[in-house]
């Protein structure tokens, strides 16, 4: 089954990681995911937040809004694709994701399409 796993960063818990360790830890993840082969993706990163445009289209009128639409402190920051067998191993991964210390890891099912 295909995963999405959106990262969720506390950047102020991001800011105080030992910095040396935390990219010594994603290099070993993005390690793991190509190994781990087809179906798996290495990350995309994300600007912070604050650096974003959230557009809304409601009954005709567009709102353009500067920064992070939710005002949380945990923000997203990116995004992996896994295939596995199931949730268990979906969580695993999770679990190995270095930004799950500093923040969030949300697990996502993929909608497949069917074949026609």
């Not at 993706?41 to 959230?54: A, N, W, Y």
């Given at each position: 089954m295909r995963y999405m796993m959106i990262i969720h960063h506390d950047h102020e818990a991001m800011a105080q990681a030992p910095q040396k360790e935390l990219w010594a830890?994603?290099?070993?993840?993005?390690?793991?995911?190509?190994?781990?082969?087809?179906?798996?993706?290495?990350?995309?990163?994300?600007?912070?937040?604050?650096?974003?445009?959230?557009?809304?289209?409601?009954?005709?009128?567009?709102?353009?809004l500067d920064g992070p639409y939710a005002d949380t402190r945990e923000q997203l920051a990116g995004y992996f694709f896994i295939d596995v067998d199931g949730i268990e191993q979906a969580v695993k991964w999770a679990n190995r994701c270095p930004s799950s210390k500093y923040g969030a890891i949300e697990i996502r099912p993929i909608v497949e399409q069917n074949a026609p």
């Open positions: 830890e994603w290099a070993a993840f993005n390690e793991a995911l190509n190994k781990a082969g087809a179906g798996f993706s290495g990350g995309l990163r994300l600007t912070p937040g604050k650096e974003g445009t959230v557009v809304r289209n409601r009954a005709g009128k567009s709102d353009v």
